[in-house]
């Protein structure tokens, strides 16, 4: 078998509870009141990508959709505004998913950029769609930073998934 290239170890199993809590933390992150800056990361696109991309079967389209309801909720912005980003975003990343993998985390962000500037554009949109002013030029900030922070998450969030170096002589893995 074949073996992608930016994967240079095997990877324990996620487990469940742990995919669920990185989501309420990003959750929790984004409902700090950090007052109305544009430029600050969405933690939560963030963290829904990586799980998309990591684990299209559990992490997918609704739970993007359902925590983007959330968002708006929280926000009190226009119903569905982040529900249709982070959707639209998880569909991207599952989608790519396979292809991304054969990348280390470096090459990965650059190639998530795309997808982050997407879920901005379709919530920038929509707002203007609606009415509400444009936020400025320090809007675009936030998907680089995204995608800047792309290494830190692939390092944080696969930490737990990794094997313990245990030198075995007669255990090949």
Known sequence: MIMPRG?????LP???LFIALTLLGAFALNLLPLGRQPAMPDWLA????????HQPRRVGIG???????????????????HALAYALLGFAAISIHR????FGPAAQALQILPLFLAAHGVQLLVRVVAGDAF?????????????????LATLVLLAPQRRAPD?????PL
Do not use: I, K, T, Y
Request: charged share 15%; net charge negative; proline share 10%.
């Open 7 to 11: 994967n240079d170890e095997l990877l």
């Open 167 to 171: 030198p075995d002589e007669n255990r």
């Open 46 to 53: 963030l963290v829904l990508a990586f799980w998309g991309v």
């Open 14 to 16: 996620v487990r469940p």
């Open 63 to 81: 739970w993007s959709f359902g925590f983007g309801l959330l968002m708006d909720v929280h926000q009190g912005a226009l119903l569905g505004q």
């Open 99 to 102: 292809r991304l993998l054969w």
């Open 135 to 151: 936020p400025g030029w320090p809007f675009l900030f936030s998907p680089v930073l995204e995608a800047a922070l792309w290494p």
